[in-house]
Nanobody, 117 residues
Framework: VQLQASGGGWVQAGGSLRLSCKAS???????????WGWYRQAPGKQRELVAG???????TYDDSVKGRFTISRDNAKKTVYLQMSSLKTEGTAVYHC?????????WGEGTLVTVSS
């Protein structure tokens, strides 16, 4: 299984970006039965969970992004998205996607998001 994250870049505060995490070599049933998460790690800080899409269909968000970020998934494309709006400078970080399930824990390479004031 490989997770490929993309969509990062430079954006001004208040702007939007959509991150994508495409799962390769993962059968659809596994994609369904996986807890997906978007994490971020800012310079000098620990990695933190930003948003999660659980296998039961529930979604969770860190308080700092509630109302501004939306996590979703496209089963046909085996891709998980993170729509980020009203970005703040503190959102500057490397964003990673994660897939957890029975006997598996995969991480994708991060994608850098830079939010300028």
């Amino acid at each position: 299984v490989q997770l490929q994250a993309s969509g990062g870049g430079w954006v001004q505060a208040g702007g939007s970006l959509r991150l994508s995490c495409k799962a390769s070599r993962m059968i659809l049933s596994t994609f369904w039965n996986t807890d997906w998460g978007w994490y971020r790690q800012a310079p000098g800080k620990q990695r933190e969970l930003v948003a999660g899409f659980r296998r039961d269909g529930s979604r969770t968000y860190d308080d700092s992004v509630k109302g501004r970020f939306t996590i979703s998934r496209d089963n046909a494309k085996k891709t998980v998205y993170l729509q980020m709006s009203s970005l703040k400078t503190e959102g500057t970080a490397v964003y990673h996607c994660n897939a957890q399930g029975p006997d598996m824990d995969y991480w994708g390479e991060g994608t850098l998001v830079t939010v300028s004031s």
